[in-house]
């Protein structure tokens, strides 16, 4: 199953450091049933990508968790979402119709993908991860805000390249 895990780039530094990492909580957004029963249409590629987006603005909210490692300078602002193909992601539609939970940490030879922002998304990013919360409630303002971030489309790139993408930032 191919899962999109929410992440930073302090988590692509563990994952290539470490070779492995283990999602937050465990938690992915897949193309699961649920997903696809709550769509009147669409194929299998645009629904995978409404979990993908799913997944990038969970990714959002890691980054505002602790005021992410950027606020001392040491990370750039930018989501991040992990594509890996796993077996043993488990649908949890009691929490979201395309969450999936995984049983234990990821290896970089699972990883079919990462997603990364590009420098234009910055301050764009900054800004939504500091207004997520508000936005999810329904503030107006606050979804003007996190659509400016969503506005910004991921770069995409092949799991070998993540080594030179992270000596570049």
């Known amino acids: 199953m191919r899962v999109y895990l929410p992440g930073t780039i302090g988590m692509l ?20 049933p649920a997903l696809r029963e709550s769509y009147v249409s669409g194929d299998t590629e ?9 997944a990038a603005r969970a990714s959002l909210r890691l980054l505002g968790a602790a005021e992410h490692d950027a606020g001392d300078g040491k990370e750039p602002w930018r989501r991040v979402v992990i594509a890996v193909d796993v077996e043993d992601a488990k649908p949890r539609p009691d929490l979201d119709a395309p969450v999936v939970k995984l049983s234990g940490p990821i ?12 420098e234009e998304a910055e301050e764009a990013v900054r800004a939504a991860a500091r207004v997520i919360d508000a936005a999810d409630l329904g ?24 080594p030179f993408l992270l000596d570049l930032l």
């Open 46 to 54: 645009e629904l995978e990508y409404a979990a993908l987006l799913d």
């Open 13 to 32: 530094r563990r994952l290539v450091a470490d070779g492995s990492l283990r999602p937050p909580g465990g938690t992915g957004f897949a193309l699961t």
């Open 139 to 162: 503030d107006p303002d606050a979804e003007f805000v996190l659509g400016e971030a969503e506005d910004h489309e991921l770069a995409w790139y092949a799991p070998g390249e993540l």
């Open 107 to 118: 290896s970089y030879e699972d990883v079919a993908a990462v997603h990364v922002d590009t």
